[in-house]
């Protein structure tokens, strides 16, 4: 595709169900990055896809998320048992190797 | 492993004045330095990058420059505009097998009228 495309855009979630954000990267891009980013913060580092391994799992910040990626390719990351404290907007990015990343519009997620 | 930091945190100047935002990398084989900026409510996106051969690099009113040996590199912004206004991220990377962009907290540019 032209960019990286995230969906959903918005998913609004009761506490307590299991949600799936999806991530489409360039194609071609060995590097797939997601984040996590609050109202007004940086962007908080969730996990790093080199082709369909993450060797940096490093920032899941607990084992209610997963991730993974496919092919190479689309990449899921999975929240279970939403929280309060998961609402905010979740990017993702890809990038060649060492070459500039590219992101994703965000999924903004509410959970309620 | 890589790890960035970027200074300040919040900066506020004079519309017109210039703004430099700075960082600093530990491992001193990155060798991709790459700049985003992100608007309220928007993706980050590049606006500029430099590689560990080359100093300094310029683009209209915006340049980084990069000193390997310090192991810093720093945004500048001259002729500041509002639409300046804005949160910049700085990032470090290797450019070979373990090429994960390693971020800076970020920097909340404020340009004031």
């Known amino acids: 595709g032209a960019g990286v495309s995230q969906s959903p855009s918005n998913k609004v979630t009761e506490k307590g169900k299991d949600v799936e954000l999806r991530c489409d990267p360039i194609?071609?891009?060995?590097?797939l990055y997601w984040y996590r980013q609050s109202l007004g913060q940086g962007l908080e580092f969730l996990i790093y896809f080199q082709g369909n391994s993450a060797p940096d799992k490093s920032g899941l910040p607990s084992d209610r998320f997963s991730a993974e990626r496919t092919g190479g390719s689309v990449s899921t990351l999975t929240i279970q048992r939403t929280q309060q404290e998961d609402s905010a907007v979740y990017l993702c990015?890809?990038?060649?190797?060492?070459?500039?990343?590219?992101f994703g519009q965000g999924t903004r997620l509410t959970v309620v | 492993g890589e790890n960035v930091e970027q200074h300040p945190s919040t900066l506020s100047v004079q519309e017109g004045d210039s703004a430099v935002i700075k960082c600093t990398y530990s491992d001193s084989a990155s060798n991709y330095f790459p700049w985003y900026k992100q608007e309220l409510g928007k993706r980050p996106q590049l606006i500029i990058d430099i590689r560990s051969n080359v100093g300094e690099k310029k683009d209209q009113r915006i340049a980084v420059t990069l000193n390997k040996t310090a192991k810093h590199f720093s945004l500048h912004i001259t002729e500041t505009q509002p639409e300046d206004s804005a949160v910049y991220f700085c990032a470090a990377s290797l450019t070979d097998s373990n090429y994960q962009l390693i971020w800076g907290a970020g920097t909340k540019l404020i340009i004031k009228p």
């Open positions: 990015a890809s990038s060649s190797p060492g070459r500039k990343a590219f």
């Open positions: 194609s071609g891009h060995t590097a």
